[in-house]
């Protein structure tokens, strides 16, 4: 058993190493599927709705399209998802929020840390 069970590890941590290995090769490709993966999550979701990401194909474009945000303007879609709204930042329903204090803004912001699908 443990012989079948050392066999199972070995194969898996091996198929893992060859992963890892692909992604430190090609970091461009790699960062660029992920990218792809986030916006196709995303897209249903109101944020994604708002910034239409349907039509991003590029980090450039997303950047152009999509502003950078201070916590202020986040604060809303935060509390709406605290009161149970789905799919507004992110897929899903928050079952939890976590408070992190953010050491250079000095107040607490609030982040996901688990959602329910």
Known sequence: ???????????????????????????DEAQERQ?????????????????????????AQYAMRVPVQ????????IERMMGGARDVLWTGQVNGIQNLLAPRVRKVNLFRYRMII
Not at 6 to 19: D, G, I
Not at 35 to 48: C, D, N, P, S, V
Request: aromatic share 24%; net charge positive; charged share 35%.
């Open 1 to 27: 058993m443990r012989k079948l069970l050392n066999q199972t590890f070995k194969t898996y941590y091996s198929w893992r190493m060859r992963l890892i290995e692909r992604f430190m090769d090609f970091p």
């Open 35 to 59: 990218f792809k993966q986030l916006l196709l999550k995303a897209r249903q979701t109101e944020w994604g709705k708002k910034y239409a990401y349907k039509e991003l194909k590029t980090p």
């Open 70 to 77: 201070d916590y202020d303007y986040f604060k809303p879609f």
